[in-house]
């Protein structure tokens, strides 16, 4: 990437992030182009230029955020920490994201357009998955995932807790010491051990 590219990428970033922010504080309608190009620093010519109109500029920065999101969490379970450090750090970059972002808003923003909602879909039902494994994958091979649990019974287990974490009132309340307990459960079940069957 030259510096001319370098410098089209930034702004772009500059535009989506401004974007993000509104639309999840005041909803795609209510949100300009003139709004954005302000709270951006660009001039409005350049949204149209870099994404064409602003459907354009939503469906590109809800992709955006998606992979950015499956990038950072990639490159985090490829790294070598110990699994609940690992765990540890995967929570703590929901909370990051959840931190900065309007859920209730991004949720409505994906639901505004059905095309945009089917990019999402389809990403969380092909790509998602492929982490996911790597995730569980770890946990198996550092003896804190079950070797005879099913992938599909662990990814499903993980998106019941992913669920939970993203309910309306445990974002607005973010009760960490909650969040822990739940992390917890997550890794070592109620019991805190296998339980042999007849016992």
């Known amino acids: 990437m030259n510096g001319y590219e370098r410098r089209t990428e930034l702004k772009k970033n500059k535009i989506r992030t401004a974007a993000l ?16 190009a302000e709270k951006a620093g660009v001039a409005p010519a350049s949204i149209y230029n870099y994404f064409g109109s602003k459907e354009g500029l939503m469906k590109d920065t809800v ?50 357009d059905p095309e945009v909602k089917k990019l999402a879909d389809d990403f969380y039902q092909h790509r998602y998955p492929d ?32 669920n939970v974490i993203q309910q309306p009132d445990m974002l607005l309340n973010r009760n960490k010491d909650l969040l822990k307990e739940l992390c917890d459960l997550m890794l070592y079940g109620l019991a805190g051990q296998s339980i042999s069957e007849g016992s």
């Open 63 to 112: 992709m955006n955020l998606l992979e950015s999101g499956w990038k950072a969490r990639k490159e985090l379970w490829e790294t070598d920490l110990p699994f609940p450090e690992l765990m540890k750090r995967a929570v703590s970059m929901s909370d990051d994201f959840i931190d900065n972002i309007n859920l209730e808003a991004l949720r409505a923003l994906l639901d505004t």
């Open 131 to 162: 982490i996911v494994g790597k995730f569980i994958e770890k946990g198996r091979r550092e003896g804190y995932i079950r070797r005879e649990l099913s992938i599909e019974a662990a990814t499903l287990y993980l998106r019941m807790y992913q």
């Open 21 to 36: 922010e509104l639309f999840c504080a005041y909803g795609t309608d209510k949100t300009s182009i003139g709004e954005i």
